[in-house]
């Protein structure tokens, strides 16, 4: 596709570009401009895009592709993109842009929208306020299936979505909500205060955007109203927003949860300095706490050179416990993320691991008596071996989800206790058990 854009481009043969893009969704004219590497042919391209899509097209772009057209366009063309856009996608933008490119945008938006966008600036990142839009239908308490259909026909050709319209009293404060599929199939004289649902799902301009995702999740939400901390509806937030949210989170779990700090930038759009900073503050404490191990095999030193075959057991052992634990913990931090598990539940999680571990250690120790009793004809050093097996696990898995239930209590990311982290601290365990078992069992040998 983007062969046959740059060649339609290059020959300026329009007519057929523009037939091609009408038939391409806009998010996916928008991935043609991440391809097209050519200042100039960008924006012969984005000028071909018809008027009433060419905002959307363009809330859909990368930041850095946002920034060259801005860079490249008119004020007059500016000022029409930002008009046509919704007042969320305006805010994202700002955000994401250089100083001098926020000024200009600033410079050509309307004198409302310069208003709104300053206010929802002033609301903390990642706080619903920051999410929100104000582009909804409102209805008013005395209205009646009729009224509000025609407040749907004038006003909700400009709002983001009409599929949900929200009542509010004289003084803002919400009501209810009452979807389109009721109003239409709804006798036109009946009051809405007779259809709408009274028991909305709402949040505050301050709540955490990680929250809020979580009620889209679990209410099977396509909007939500957001209020201010008078109860006064200030604004909604839309699915593709709370999306955004899930997918970011998602991110920043499994960066947390491999030992690395979130990035803000995708992979191939992130600085490899970048990239190498966010990684090598965890990989310096995970080196210094895997010292500890090593102090401790260095303790055990004299018991090893007696029985040199106690080393081939080591790395199966810390291997072992360590794929226990991340088992656990992965579990643990994604029923926290979902709602599933919450802090009083510390005491049954940790007693089904604690299960878990015995029965998968019993099952693993028994493999593995068989296997060093067949193999070496050391039924005493299998027995040591399964014995540290059962305990490892046990450990691990306990360590696996006590940890992030830990961090959730004191207000952390549970990702932060996460595999690489619990693993050191398992791989430390298991060399104390293990030769703690050794001496003791393997006393007249060591």
Known sequence: MIDRVLLLLQERRYSELRHLLDDLHVADIADLFSEI??????????????????????SYMDTDIQQKIIEAITDVELKIILDDMFLDDCVDLIEEMPANVVQRVMRNSSPENRKLINQYLQYPDD?????????Y?????????????????????????????????PDRKLQGEVSLRQLVLSDPDTPITDIMDDNVQFVHTHDDEEIIAQ??????????????????????????????????????DFELMAGMAPSEETYLKTPVFTLAKNRIVWLIVLMFSAMISGALLEHYEAAIASLPL??????????????????????????????????????TVWWKEARVSLLCGTVLAAVNFLRIWLQYGEADVAAVVSLTLICTLFIAKSLG?????AAKKLHMDPALMSAPLITTITDASTILVFFTFSLTFLADRL
């Open 37 to 58: 590497e050519d200042r100039e042919l960008m924006l012969r391209l984005f000028r071909l895009l018809p008027k009433e899509s060419a905002a959307e097209t363009f």
């Open 215 to 252: 009620m889209f999740t679990h209410y099977d939400l396509l909007a939500m109203p957001v209020v201010d901390n008078e109860d006064r509806l200030v604004g909604i937030i839309t699915i593709d927003d709370a999306v955004d949210v899930i997918q970011e989170e998602n991110t920043e």
């Open 401 to 405: 989800c006590l940890l992030p239930i």
């Open 137 to 169: 239908v409102c209805l008013k308490r005395g209205m009646t299936v009729a009224d509000a259909l025609a407040v749907i026909r004038r006003d909700g050709v400009d709002k983001e979505t009409i599929e949900l319209c929200y009542v509010a009293s």
């Open 310 to 347: 106690l080393v081939s057991f080591i790395p199966m052992l810390m291997g072992t416990g360590g794929n226990g634990g991340s088992q656990a913990s992965t579990i643990v931090i994604r029923g926290l993320a979902l709602g599933e598990i919450d802090l009083g539940d510390v005491l």
């Open 127 to 135: 706080s619903a306020g920051s999410l929100m839009t104000n582009e």
